[in-house]
């Protein structure tokens, strides 16, 4: 009977012993679970630029690969709009928020919202000013200015009128697009800029009456025309194409957009710059990540935004003309060759 009792005795300890085991596993792998499967928050300001649906499939399905699930909202530009998506964002407890601010100093509120929160806020394409982020994800904008004006130089040899269309007055993107143009054509003298204007929403038809406006006053005098993105350049192909001047003046814009890339090959557009979604999606996605586990960041600079110096991430841009069009566009997957191809010799 003593022997019963020790073997009795024996089981219930190891029994015990494997039910605790068991819990500490559960507990780990929950927790694993728990890490793998961060919630993200992003906010675009808009999907009605052609570029848009790229920037919320790359993140979206670069956040599945590491992991993460996300709640998307974009917000038609209105600014009382992405207030709600957000406090929609924060009502559904992401882990962290990625925004693209629809106006970069109406937004600090809503940083304000998530870290009442507790939810770090990276800016995504736009910096948010006066505000509490976390970090700014961004193309490199400066290196998109010099890499227009560097072409225009080129083909301008260096002299002649220009004309300079910029984005939404105080838009950080223009700002810095605008800033890399003008470090380089600053070093030629012979260069005059003519007409430098902002444009609301980046409007290709406001920028169509800018162009058509400075070859009124310069009596077709003109020579390049820089514009912060390419719908803004449509526009002044637009007004070159009724002057019968199309391909006589140097035009750039930005953002590889299909239109921009078939009037390239048809010689109405002399250039764009490719701004790669990919790697800025996927490098927010990483930040967010990052920022949400609480691990220390990565990043290239830091930018004052009037309330911090925030860590910021830039993401390259490549040049893109006639003569690469397959290399840049074609082959890395940002469009395909039938959509380029199809009616470039309309």
């Not at 300079?164 to 890399?180: P, Y």
Request: aromatic fraction near 6%.
């Amino acid at each position: 009977m003593k022997k019963l009792s020790k073997t009795w005795v024996s089981f219930i300890l190891l029994a015990m012993v494997t039910f605790q085991l068991g819990c500490v596993k559960s507990k780990v792998e929950s927790t694993a679970s728990g890490q793998k499967k961060l919630k993200l928050g992003f906010i675009l300001a808009t999907m009605n630029e052609e570029r848009y649906t790229k920037d919320k499939n790359y993140f979206m399905e670069f956040a599945a690969s590491q992991g993460a699930d996300v709640e998307f909202a974009s917000c038609d530009g209105k600014v009382d709009l992405q207030t709600a998506k957000v406090e929609t964002l924060l009502s559904k407890k992401v882990d962290a928020i990625v925004i693209q601010p629809v106006n970069g100093e109406a937004a600090s509120s809503v940083v304000a919202l998530a870290k009442k929160d507790n939810v770090p806020v990276v800016a995504y394409d736009r910096i948010i000013k006066n505000a509490d982020i976390d970090a700014y994800v961004t193309q490199n904008s400066f290196q998109v200015g010099v890499l227009q004006a560097e072409s225009a130089v080129q083909a301008t040899h260096g002299k002649g009128n220009y004309v300079l269309l910029m984005g939404e007055s105080g838009h950080s993107v223009a700002d810095e697009i605008t800033r890399g143009v003008l470090s380089v054509l600053d070093k030629h003298p012979e260069i005059k800029v003519t007409v430098k204007q902002n444009h609301p929403n980046w409007s290709s038809a406001l920028a169509l009456a800018t162009v058509e406006n400075a070859l009124t006053k310069n009596k077709n005098n003109i020579q390049a025309v820089l514009a912060n993105n390419d719908g803004m350049a449509l526009g002044a192909v637009q007004a070159l194409d009724e002057q019968k001047l199309t391909g006589k003046v140097f035009v750039a814009g930005a953002d590889a957009d299909l239109t921009a890339i078939k009037d390239i090959l048809k010689g109405k557009q002399s250039m764009t710059v490719l701004k790669g979604i990919k790697p800025l999606a996927e490098e927010a996605v990483k930040v967010a990540i990052a920022l949400a586990k609480k691990e220390p960041l990565k990043f290239d600079e830091k930018k004052n935004n009037g309330v911090k110096e925030v860590p910021v991430i830039n993401t390259p841009v490549f040049k893109v003309t006639k003569d690469n069009v397959q290399t840049q566009v074609i082959d890395t997957g940002f469009h395909s060759k039938e959509s380029v191809f199809g009616d470039s010799k309309g």
